[in-house]
């Protein structure tokens, strides 16, 4: 799904049938509605020492080291540092080392440079990888 129709799908009300014929207003989730969720939009750049979040939806570009529960890198998306996370998706560009407590999803066309430490891997087809892989499972 392409940028521009989450984007159109995320600001649109949705009709919702319930019993007896009611309607009733459902707004899908939107990105930024969790609050405890950091969204570093398209266009945007963060370039410090570290970023400490619940949970992080990157779609710009970042220059530091991410501590959070779930992160998703969007297609465009750069990100320069560590990330240690329980849960990881990658579309974009990381180039650092990825340590996953949990599920590192690698989808198509994301390109992933340095170490991946993970309990759980899954790396799509065109995705490329130039990376040390390390399950944790044992450990």
């Given amino acids: 799904m392409t940028q521009n129709k989450v984007d159109k799908i995320a600001g649109e009300k949705v009709f919702e049938k319930l019993k007896d014929n009611e309607e009733k207003y459902k707004i899908p989730a939107r990105i930024g509605d969790y609050p405890k969720k950091l969204v570093i939009g398209s266009g945007t ?6 970023i400490k979040t619940e949970d992080i939806e990157i779609y710009g570009r970042i220059e530091a080291n991410i501590k959070s ?31 996953a407590n949990g599920k590192a999803n690698i989808k198509k066309g994301a390109q992933i440079i340095g170490t991946i430490r993970y309990q759980v891997v899954s790396i799509e087809e065109e995705a490329t990888v130039y990376a040390e892989l390390h399950c944790t499972k044992a450990d």
């Avoid at 750049?45 to 570290?50: A, N």
């Avoid at 890198?73 to 650092?96: D, L, P, R, Y």
């Fill in 45 to 50: 750049s963060f370039e410090g020492t570290s």
């Fill in 69 to 99: 529960n779930v992160v998703y890198v969007g297609a465009a998306a750069e990100v320069f540092g560590s990330i240690i996370c329980n849960q990881i998706e990658v579309h974009g560009k990381t180039n650092g080392s990825i340590d």
